[in-house]
Nanobody, 122 residues
Framework: VQLQASGGGSVQPGGSLRLSCAVS????????AGWFRQAPGKEREFVAA??????IYADSVKGRFTISRNNAENTVYLQLNSLKVEDTAVYYC??????????????????WGQGTQVTVSS
């Protein structure tokens, strides 16, 4: 299974980006999907996940970010709105078969994309 993340870039505070994660080699429908991010010197942290029609968000992004998926296109998306400087990080998409209670734990993910940089600065 391979994941290809894209869509990152540099924006000003308040701006928007849409990240994509294209999955190949296996059907996306077999997995739960999540987005994580990692800032320099920090651990990888949970951002959002999609599981069986339910979406889950970190408190820090709730109301600003939206995760979605298109099984026909085998792609997971993350819409980032109202971006803040503290959202700056490398964003990673991942796939997991873990039960819902473990979906915020990066160690439970089976496959990862290569990451895409999001930089928010004025």
């Amino acid at each position: 299974v391979q994941l290809q993340a894209s869509g990152g870039g540099s924006v000003q505070p308040g701006g928007s980006l849409r990240l994509s994660c294209a999955v190949s080699g296996r059907s996306l429908s077999r997995y739960r999907a999540g987005w994580f991010r990692q800032a320099p010197g920090k651990e990888r942290e949970f951002v959002a996940a999609w599981s069986s029609g339910s979406t889950i968000y970190a408190d820090s992004v709730k109301g600003r970010f939206t995760i979605s998926r298109n099984n026909a296109e085998n792609t997971v998306y993350l819409q980032l709105n109202s971006l803040k400087v503290e959202d700056t990080a490398v964003y990673y998409c991942g796939l997991t078969t873990v039960v819902l209670s473990g979906i915020r734990d990066p160690s439970q993910y089976n496959y990862w994309g290569q990451g895409t940089q999001v930089t928010v600065s004025s």
